[in-house]
Structures are given as C-alpha cells and as structure tokens.
C-alpha cells in the first residue's frame, strides 16, 4: 500500500447530469421495500414496460397503493409512463437509473480507470485480505 494520494479524477459528463439533490432523491424513493420492488420489475420488464394492474398483481399490492409508490419513482425521474388504451403503462428510466450508478461509482478505484471487462463494483471489491 502506497501513501501517496491519488487526486479523484473529474466527474464524467454522464456523472455531472444529476445533482447532489437528484442523486438523494433517487436514493430516497428506492429506500422503501415496495418502491424497490415495484423498480426492480420495471428493470427487468424492459423498456415496454408494464400496465400499472399487471405490475401490482406481481407485487401483490392494491392499486391504489402501487400508484402511490410509482408517483414517488416518477418524482424521483425513475419511472416514466404512459397511457395506452385504457392502460397506464410504466417503465423504468434506464437513462437515469445509468446516471445515478454512473455517480455513485464515478471516483471508483481513487480516480484510476477500473480494469478492462470489469465493472466498477467488481474493481472496486477489497481484496480478500483487506475484507
């Protein structure tokens, strides 16, 4: 282990999109059990998304209830919807959810670049002596 200290580097332009208050608010509305449910759904359904009914069948939460946590995602910028037919369809904001991980591991491995292939998370793991 070296003394020296490494400067962070500059935040990327990915990075500088959200500000401090962004990134708490996005942290804020997934800090709850059913809004990180209801999220991670969306994650995983794609960019069509999912009908707001279909979603709280999955969850096993009333409607009026998943509406309530769906309008605090779409405060945040994490969720987008949109109307169609008789249907509300809502979708995960994969833009901002990028933007948000891109800040929270943007001075990862003290500014250094992370190793080809690996994610952040991955580079930045202690080593198991360290843990």
């Not at 020296?4 to 332009?13: E, G, N, Q, T, Y």
């Not at 999220?39 to 069948?57: F, I, S, W």
């Not at 904001?93 to 690996?118: E, H, I, K, R």
Request: some cysteine.
């Amino acid at each position: 282990m070296s003394a020296a200290r490494v400067a962070p580097r500059r935040r990327s332009a990915k990075a500088l999109a959200l500000s401090s208050a962004q990134v708490v608010a996005g942290l804020g509305a997934l800090a709850q059990e059913t809004r990180l449910a209801a999220y991670r759904q969306l994650v995983q359904a794609g960019p069509e998304g999912l009908a707001a009914g279909a979603l709280a069948t999955a969850l096993g939460v009333a409607p009026a209830t998943l509406s309530f946590h769906l309008s605090a995602l779409a405060v945040a910028g994490l969720v987008q919807s949109r109307p169609q037919g008789r249907f509300v369809i809502y979708a995960a904001n994969y833009a901002a959810m990028n933007a948000l991980v891109s800040f929270l591991t943007d001075n990862c491995c003290g500014g250094n670049p992370c190793g080809p292939g690996q994610s952040p998370a991955a580079a930045c793991a202690p080593l198991e002596n360290e843990r």
